[in-house]
């Protein structure tokens, strides 16, 4: 017995949006983890490069493309490129996961004594997440942000948890 056409659209309608939350939870857990990578990294990053603090940009935390195995503060190999790509510098947003990232200007001269990591969905999704140099990820419901928030802001966001 063949299904009709008027329950092939049932079942569509149901599966759909459940697909649809599925991926919008899957990749706000990959945004999470990768937030935590973040705050790792610049932790790292400080004790590596004490004169410089914490770094500017995602370019920073990655490796150099064009010299492998090679770590300055320019390209500290911190993360992987898969969100560190050399174009992740200060002022862009990069893609990973279905969430872009950026770092807010938080760092007025060479010595960067803090840093504020920004997560948004780059298309469906409402949650966006900050870290700063406290290591704290939190989260604030709403529309994807167009631009990056400071250390102020971030910090009166609700601290994430495992939920």
């Known amino acids: 017995m063949r299904p009709d056409a008027s329950t092939i659209l049932i079942a569509a309608a149901v599966a759909i949006p459940n697909l649809l939350r599925a991926k919008n939870s899957a990749n706000e857990a990959a945004a999470v983890g990768s937030m935590r990578s973040i705050v790792t990294a610049q932790t790292a990053y400080s004790s590596a490069y004490p004169a410089r603090g914490f770094a ?20 500290a190999g911190l993360l992987d490129m898969s969100l560190a790509k050399p174009e ?14 950026t770092f807010a200007q938080a760092c007025p001269k060479l010595l960067c004594q803090e840093f504020v990591a920004v997560a948004s969905p780059a298309a469906n999704g409402s949650k966006n997440f900050c870290a ?15 631009q990056p928030i400071g250390p102020r802001e971030c910090k009166t966001w609700q601290p994430f948890d495992t939920e």
């Open 56 to 75: 500017r940009d995602l370019a920073s935390l990655g490796a150099d493309p064009n010299t492998p195995g090679v770590y300055t503060p320019k390209h």
């Open 132 to 146: 700063t140099s406290e290591g704290v990820v939190r989260f604030r419901m709403g529309v994807p942000l167009t």
């Open 88 to 101: 992740c510098k200060v002022g862009t947003w990069c893609e990973k996961a279905g969430y872009r990232f």
